[in-house]
């Protein structure tokens, strides 16, 4: 599937991994591993764009004009499953400013409702990575950036592992303006509006709360 905006990381490394996150028998381990080097792959694509600055500094043998980042990045992580993926960019940017929004989708509508926020103050400069590993019926990253947007994000991508093509289509129609990267776009939703054929419930298996 080719959709505008749209960015799908195919780096062998990230399908390896990804078909070990979608395998049924992967315990929380390996899950947990393997979901950490998916999200860094995703993350380095959509930090490409970031901005350098100079900065001089002192090698232990020389003077070096080096590079630090230029840009102010806000990491807003969808709760519960977006913070796996918090933990991969923490890596990369430790002092990351993070917001939190915490949704969770009705068992029964798959509407998903807010019970959480905590954000910081949010500038129309600030880069804004909006992550979730499961992009489903798209309503978790519809709500939340809608949230971003009144809060005066204007530049933001969203991160995502799985998609389907019914989420996309909801956020590209609602939010053009928006990048997605993700690992894969898978073919549908099923009558519980889960991923097919996906990976299951993230949360469930990286927190290991599945029954
Ligand atoms: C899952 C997932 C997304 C959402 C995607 O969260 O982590 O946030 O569903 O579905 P959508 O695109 O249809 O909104 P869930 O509600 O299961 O909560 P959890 O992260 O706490 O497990
Ligand atoms: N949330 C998940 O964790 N998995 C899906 O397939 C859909 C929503």
């Known amino acids: 599937m080719k959709t505008e905006g749209v960015t799908v990381v195919d780096h062998p490394l990230l399908v390896h991994s990804l078909t070990i996150l979608r395998k049924k028998e992967t315990g929380t381990e390996e899950f947990r591993r393997h979901a950490g080097i998916v999200s860094k792959m995703l993350i ?51 002092s990351v400013r993070v917001g939190f929004v915490g949704l969770e989708r009705d068992e029964e509508t798959a509407i998903a409702r807010e019970y959480y926020q905590k954000l910081p103050k949010i500038f129309a ?34 991160i995502c592992i799985v998609a389907a093509p019914e989420g996309i289509e909801r956020v590209r129609k609602h939010h053009p303006e928006v990048p997605i990267i993700t690992a894969a776009v898978d073919e549908k939703l099923n009558d519980k509006a889960y991923i097919v054929p996906g990976l299951g419930d993230f949360g469930d298996r990286y927190f290991g709360t599945e029954l």
């Open 44 to 94: 380095l694509e959509a930090t490409k764009q970031l901005t350098l600055e100079d900065e001089h500094i002192e090698t232990p043998l020389a003077p070096f004009e080096g590079k630090r980042l230029a840009d102010d990045v806000v990491v807003v992580p969808v709760l519960r499953a977006g913070l796996a993926m918090l933990f991969a960019l923490q890596d990369f940017l430790p």
């Open 125 to 158: 400069s600030h880069k804004v990575l909006v992550i979730d590993p499961m992009l489903a019926t798209g309503g978790s990253f519809d709500d939340t950036l809608n949230l971003l947007k009144a809060k005066g994000a204007k530049h933001m991508v969203v």
